[in-house]
Every structure is written in C-alpha cells, then in structure tokens.
C-alpha cells in the first residue's frame, strides 16, 4: 500500500453488505403479522424487550441522538473574546514582553 493512498477494498460511499442483509431481515421480521400481533400485546402489557428497539434501529435506522448544552453559545463567546483579547490587547493593554 502506497503511503497515504488508498490501494484496495471497497469505494467510498458503497454500502456494507452485511448491513444491508441485516438491515432487510429485520423489516422482513418487524413487517410479518404474527410479530405486529405479538408486538402489540408486548406494548400493551408493558413487557417489550430492548432487543425490540435494537430491531427497529436495524429495520429503519436509529434517530439522530442530540442534546441541547444551555449556555453553551455564552461559554464560547466569552472564551472567543479572551482569546482574542490575549492575542490582540486593546489599547489600554501592553503586550508583555
């Protein structure tokens, strides 16, 4: 393999098979109606298992996790301005020598 350069194996971008055989056995599992009816019984007597939600998250792809950091935008304008104030003094700072 050159140094930095990419000689062989898939190209970028090109699915993983094995994700996608995975990915279309578990649809082919949550879409049947004998698991729609089980599910529903699960769901209504409070007793669906984790590997339920790790089926859909194969089946139809798992939601974007995010999370909302309050105060997160203040933070990083104060620490900007400091930044900027050390590298940058005003005219009221010298630079130290």
């Known amino acids: ?6 000689t ?8 993983n098979k094995v ?3 995975i990915r279309e056995a578990a649809k082919a599992l949550l879409e049947t109606p004998a698991y ?3 599910l529903k019984k699960r769901l209504v ?10 089926l859909h998250y194969y089946g139809y792809g798992k939601p974007k996790d ?3 950091t309050p105060g997160i935008a203040d933070l ?22």
């Open 66 to 68: 995010t999370f909302d």
């Open 1 to 6: 393999m050159a140094k930095g350069k990419k």
């Open 8 to 15: 062989g194996g898939r190209i970028a971008g090109t699915p």
């Open 19 to 21: 994700t996608r055989e």
């Open 36 to 38: 729609q009816a089980s």
């Open 45 to 54: 007597s409070g007793k669906a298992p984790h590997m339920e939600t790790l």
């Open 76 to 97: 990083a304008a104060a620490l900007s301005r400091k930044v900027v104030d050390e590298l940058h003094p005003g005219p009221t700072k010298s630079p130290s020598v």
